[in-house]
């Protein structure tokens, strides 16, 4: 009976429960999509220069980057670009030399406004007539139709017979004589011309004749011959010694000996690294020299060289790695001594030669003797 009330009452909290939480189907959620890293760009950077005065460098960072080089003869050029505020890439190239100055290209320069096609021009429009010109100009047609048709009605026949005159022929013209050439005549003048003076002539009268006196004779003019001076003669004056000019010793100059030219090393330098823990630097020039590399794998790769106290190039390279340490071979790493070997005095080969003899002979007995068998 119990065992009945109890299936009774499981039945019941079935159906009951089955009305109190109806059933639903399962939501189902799509799988979710992994989401990609997104790659972050590698940052790196370089630079190298020399005594010369050449150099280059750069550096990136996802987001811009540059380069810039010059070389010896003195030109500058480089690049850069960036990402604005718009998110637009803009691009700039530019070169700088003595000659031209500087020039750049770049995507962000403001162009000049274009301007707007000009129109073209209208030819204006013909006059019109007003209606009070156009009614004037109708009856100027219509008198000059009237008095057109009343004019050949009042010419008379006599008028029409009459021949058109004849030209007049022209005259010849009349030979005309020379004649003399007239007296000048006196200039006229507005005024009255004043009076011209008559010239006054004077009256003849006695002329008188002066007396000719005879010039004095001159005095005869005597000359006297000079005396001549008295001749003294001095004792004769010997000759001078001749002079004997020795020829001057020759001069030989020597071809200068040319100074040799030394040509010192350029020295540069150079460096870039990134942020992966690569890099690269270096040096040259001068009596020493060194490079050296590491790469993402972690190896360490170099090697230098440089003149020691004796004058000798040094060198050595090395390599460095996380497996098997740090390796090394160089020109200065001391060698291991070669044995030397030593030749025996003369004592020593007889006590040898003693002793291998003995030891024969002990070898030779021992054979020899029963107790052997």
């Known amino acids: 009976m119990q065992s009945a009330m109890l299936v009774a009452s499981l039945v019941v909290l079935s159906t009951l429960s089955a009305h109190a939480y109806p059933t639903h189907p399962l939501a189902v959620y799509p799988a979710p999509v992994p989401v990609l890293p997104i790659p972050a760009p590698v940052k790196s950077q370089f630079h190298a220069q020399d005594e010369l005065g050449q150099y280059t460098y750069g550096y990136t960072d996802g987001l811009s980057a540059k380069t810039e080089t010059k070389t010896f003869d003195g030109v500058t050029r480089g690049e850069y670009s960036y990402l604005d505020s718009n998110g637009i890439v803009q691009n700039v190239n530019y070169v700088s030399d003595p000659a ?5 290209a770049a995507s962000n320069l403001p162009l000049a406004p ?73 200039p006229k003048n507005e005024e009255a011309a004043a009076p011209v003076p008559a010239a006054i002539v004077p009256a003849p009268g006695p002329i008188f004749a002066a007396p000719i006196i005879p010039a004095p004779a001159p005095a005869p003019v005597v000359y006297s011959a000079p005396a001549p001076a008295p001749v003294v003669y ?39 690294q990134d942020e992966l823990g690569q890099y690269s630097y270096g040096y040259a020039g001068g009596p020493s020299a060194k490079s050296e590399v590491k790469t993402f794998d972690g190896v360490t790769r170099g090697g230098y ?12 390279s090395y390599v460095s790695d996380p497996v098997n340490g740090f390796r090394v071979a160089a020109t200065n790493i001391p060698q291991p001594a070669v044995p030397v070997t030593i030749p025996d005095s003369p004592e020593v080969a007889a006590a040898k030669a003693q002793h291998f003899q003995a ?10 003797s029963p107790a052997s068998e």
Do not use: C, M, W
Not at 239 to 265: E, K, L, Q
Not at 306 to 316: F, K, M, P, R, T
């Open 100 to 104: 031209n100055g500087f020039r750049v």
């Open 114 to 186: 274009v301007p707007a096609p000009a129109p073209l021009p209208v030819a204006p429009e013909p006059v019109k007539d007003t209606p009070e010109v156009i009614a004037a100009k109708e009856a100027h047609l219509a008198a000059a139709k009237e008095a057109a048709a009343i004019a050949p009605a009042t010419d008379s026949p006599a008028e029409e017979s009459e021949t058109p005159e004849t030209p007049e022929t022209p005259e010849a013209p009349e030979a005309v004589t020379p004649e003399a050439p007239a007296a000048p005549e006196a």
């Open 234 to 272: 001095s004792a004769p004056i010997p000759a001078p010694a001749p002079v004997v000019y020795s020829a001057p010793a020759p001069v030989v100059y020597s071809a200068p000996v040319p100074a040799p030219i030394v040509h010192s090393p350029v020295v540069s330098q150079y460096h870039s």
């Open 305 to 316: 060289s440089y003149l020691d106290a004796n004058g000798i190039v040094q060198s050595a």
């Open 359 to 368: 030891a024969a002979q002990a070898a030779a007995a021992a054979a020899a």
